[in-house]
């Protein structure tokens, strides 16, 4: 699977994943401190599940 993961998320999940074969981008290593906007639109451009312990994309979605 495909993910983007926010950069509030713990690299342990990210290395986890990473070790089960998923493709997972990082916002931490990529492009720390982008909007959450950016974060979301990032993930729909590229098709890929976002990961996110951020309560606010709740109402970006909606």
Do not use: C, P
Not at 40 to 57: C, E, M, P, V
């Amino acid at each position: 699977m495909n993910f983007v993961v926010d950069e509030g998320v713990d690299l342990q999940i990210v290395k986890a994943l990473r070790k089960k074969r998923h493709d997972v981008l990082y916002i931490a290593e990529l492009a720390s401190g982008i909007t959450d906007d950016l974060v979301l639109q990032y993930a729909n451009q590229q098709d890929r599940i976002l990961i996110t312990r951020d309560k606010d994309f709740g109402e970006l979605v909606y």
